[in-house]
Nanobody, 114 residues
């Protein structure tokens, strides 16, 4: 069993920054298969950023250059640093381990609005 708990969401103005955290617990052997997804109102869930193994990362085109996924293995925690936020980044952000059929957190709301 794997438990994922997200935090760090909130309301921010356009151009602002937020850092999301995802604390993993349980049967954690590696953070190599961790990812962030988001679901905007009325839209399907979409991949935002993920680790690809070997230390590489992957980002959705819409967030490249603005978002950064990172991790602290000692704390079993994955982060999503979000800079230059736009209104279209508004969504519930979910932490995931092991792909769509893996483990999910409860989500954290991010709202970008003036």
């Amino acid at each position: 069993q794997v438990q994922l708990v997200e935090s760090g969401g909130g309301l921010v103005q356009p151009g602002g920054s937020l850092r999301l955290s995802c604390a993993a617990s349980g049967r954690i052997f590696s953070l190599d298969d961790m990812a962030w997804f988001r679901q905007a109102p009325g839209k399907k869930s979409a991949l935002v950023a993920s680790f690809q193994g070997g230390g590489s990362t992957k980002y959705a085109d819409s967030v490249k250059g603005r978002f950064t996924i990172s991790r602290d293995n000692a704390k079993s925690t994955v982060y999503l640093q979000m800079n230059t936020l736009k209104p279209e980044d508004t969504a519930v952000y979910y932490c995931n381990k092991g792909g769509p059929c893996g483990s999910w957190g409860q989500g954290t709301q991010v709202a970008v609005s003036s």
